[in-house]
């Protein structure tokens, strides 16, 4: 226990004096949470739009107000002519605009069919088809309201709502997503690099040859990269509380629990990684490039599993980041507990029992 | 007749078709300085794993420090220390990190690891660099001190292998002052090399040809053997006769 002890201080001194990887362990979160948060939130803000209305009638003027005290849309010019909307929408000036009818008002009285043209810049097609939704969705309700008000009629329209982000901040879903890609990448990089250092430049030998014990070799590289890891964990969900003002909503014990596990299937993941690389620089590559891809591409987090073709939906089940992930979701964002989360937690304790002993009898057969 | 540290009887390894060592027998007495000569790829390597209890020999018997290679590795690695032509410290640490370091893997108490460590540093003039980086070290003094670090918790048998690679002949020579120092002491010495003056400092030795034994005894007797004027002589006669190529 006490050369166990020695050992962990000795990886400490490793990753305290190697100043260029701590910088990208806790570098990389602050980076990734502030990028994702601010740069590449997909949610919109301030979208310009033009109106065309050539009937200037009580009812267009109701319904452009309504459009203008939204937030989500800043009204770029009113009473624009057709050829100069579309140049507007060439020069990317807008990206969106409405054209009312000549006789929008008359239409609304008498028929009960009111033609409105709603056009969206589609060369964006995820902000095109948001904005749409924003727009359609103010309309209805503006519709909805005249209609209760004057006639007796009443029609009876969806009410589209986002549960759990209802105001569609892309920021909640990038937090969880930013901690199962960051908490990856760093502690598996780091546990194999930090093997694979060993072996190449021969102190691995010296260690092999003392009374130490091989497997102690590696679990006490484990330690400290645990300890730092929950402490960049830590970092991360500060970061999401008080500046993305994403707040845990579930029991943050929980979230801690099962992120340790997380980062547990990581470090093993690290071993045997580090049992199959010979140099640190292959380490390097295969848990960057072989991790940071399935990771991004494959958790959900960027782009949703449902709609991948079926051979993809498979093979995501195999990468744990998505499991993570969704436990992440459902603590911190939905506010549920155990009961919703037993069934990932149990997938990723079994994928690190697996890895460990696969890489422990791997890193054995090598030895001899 | 003196206590044998290392004791091998008809010791083999294969691997597959390949024996990388072939029937080797020889002993070694307590603070004796042996030389494991043999070109590259002669299997000197895969014995030395064996007796520092790294690997299981395929047949013969084995004992170290009085412990059997098959069944006590444990006790063997305990009673070893080990020195490799790599370098065997930790760059990024700094002179007293390493000492501490691999004195308490080994199990050197508080008491006993500070005064270990202050004796090996006085001793290498190194008492005014302990919070320097090894890194920044030369190379001379970096192998000096892997050396002390090595035999820090005063081992039966020391390994060294091609422990003077690379180092200039004054610091060769101040480095087997420092071997001679640690048999003095009573700690065997077992050490492969490449330079054939270093051979001729070595009480005894072995030349391995093949897998095998070709040659063993004093420097004086082999070269009378071989009717040679310097071991540089009885190495090229034994090696040249090699029919297995280098790895």
Sequence with gaps: MKQFLVFVRKEFLHAFRDRKTLLIMFGLPIVQIILFGFALTNEVKNSKLVIVDPSRDEAS????????SSKY?????????????????RSGKIKAAIVFPQDFNEQWKHLNNVQLQLITDGSDPNTGRTIQNYLTAIINDFRNDRVNNGNAQVLIHPNIRMLYNPSLEGTMNFVPGVMALVLLLVCTTLTAVSIVRERELGTMEILLVSPFKPVYVLLSKAVPYFILSMVNLSVILLLGT????????????????????????????????STL?????????????????????????????????????????????????????????????????????LVLGGMTVFLLLFSLKKFNNRLS | MKEKIIIAENLSKQFGHFKAVDNISFDVSKGE?????????????????????????????ARVAGFDVYHQQEQIKKNIGYMSQKFSLYEDLTVLENIRFFGGIYGLGKK??????????????????????????????????????????????????????????????????MIYQASENGITVFVTTHYMDEASYCSRLS?????????????????EQHHAENMDQVFFDLARTATRSAD
Excluded at chain 1, 73 to 89: G, H, L, T
Excluded at chain 2, 33 to 54: D, E, P, S, V
Excluded at chain 2, 56 to 61: I, R, T, V, W
């Design chain 2, 33 to 61: 300085i042996f030389g494991f000569l043999g070109a590259n790829g002669a299997g000197k390597t895969t014995a030395m794993r064996i007796l520092c209890g790294l690997s299981y020999p395929s047949s013969g018997k």
């Design chain 2, 112 to 177: 006993e690891l500070k005064n270990k460590s202050d004796e090996l540093l006085q001793t290498l003039h190194l008492s005014g660099e302990t919070s320097k980086l090894v890194r920044s070290l030369p190379l001379g003094w970096k192998q000096k001190l892997a050396f002390s670090v090595a035999i820090i918790h005063k081992p039966v048998i020391v390994f060294l292998d091609e422990p003077t690679g690379g180092v200039d002949p004054i610091t060769r020579r101040q480095f087997w002052d």
């Design chain 1, 277 to 345: 690389a010979k140099t640190q620089q292959t380490a390097m590559i295969i848990s960057m490039m072989g991790m940071m891809l399935p990771t991004v591409l494959l958790t959900g987090f960027m782009f949703p599993i449902e709609n991948m073709p079926v051979p993809l939906q498979v093979i995501s089940n195999i990468v744990p980041s998505r499991w993570y992930y969704l436990i992440t979701k459902d603590v911190m964002l939905k506010g549920l507990g155990f009961s919703a989360i037993w069934k990932e937690l």
């Design chain 2, 207 to 223: 030349i391995m040809v093949d897998g095998q034994i070709r040659a063993i005894g004093s420097p004086a007797e082999l070269m």
């Design chain 1, 242 to 273: 008080y500046v993305l003002n994403v707040p845990v909503k579930g029991s943050v014990s929980l979230l801690l629990l099962a992120s340790a596990l997380f980062i547990l299937t990581c470090l093993s993941m690290g071993l045997l990684i």
């Design chain 1, 61 to 68: 003027q109701a319904l452009t107000n309504r459009i203008r």
């Design chain 1, 73 to 89: 849309f800043d009204i770029y010019r009113e009473a624009m002519s057709y050829a100069e909307m579309e140049a507007a929408f």
